[in-house]
């Protein structure tokens, strides 16, 4: 059955949540230097030396997209995950590390 566009911003919701969280998290414990602009469909992250994580809802494809300077990556929910669909990574792992090669921070998500 096909995921509904409800369940789609539910889902991917909870990402940014979650990441929106352990950003915070870190800026108190770890004063860190990162700028969060949430605005619609997507999540920005900027770092102290100007680095910057973009994730991006697409809603047409039930996808979530991450932009950085290591590339572009395409994420689907498939089987509960979300998946890269060209490599089957995981997103939430694949955040966390780029943020730590971006920032140099260890997030806890």
Not at 51 to 74: C, D, M, T, Y
Not at 101 to 109: E, N, P, W
Request: charged share 25%; glycine share 8%.
């Amino acid at each position: 059955m096909a995921m509904t566009d409800t369940q789609y911003h539910q889902l991917a919701d909870d990402m940014f949540e979650k990441i929106e969280a352990a950003i915070e998290q870190a800026i108190d414990e770890q004063e860190a230097d990162i700028d969060i602009d949430a605005s619609g469909n997507v999540l920005q992250l900027e770092f102290g030396d100007s680095a910057k994580l973009v994730i991006n809802k697409q809603e047409p494809l039930h996808e979530l997209w991450v932009a950085s300077r290591f590339g572009g990556f395409h994420f689907a929910y498939v089987d509960g995950k979300w998946l890269d669909q060209r490599n089957g990574g995981e997103f939430m792992p694949f955040v966390r590390d780029t943020i730590t090669k971006l920032s140099g921070l260890t997030l806890d998500i």
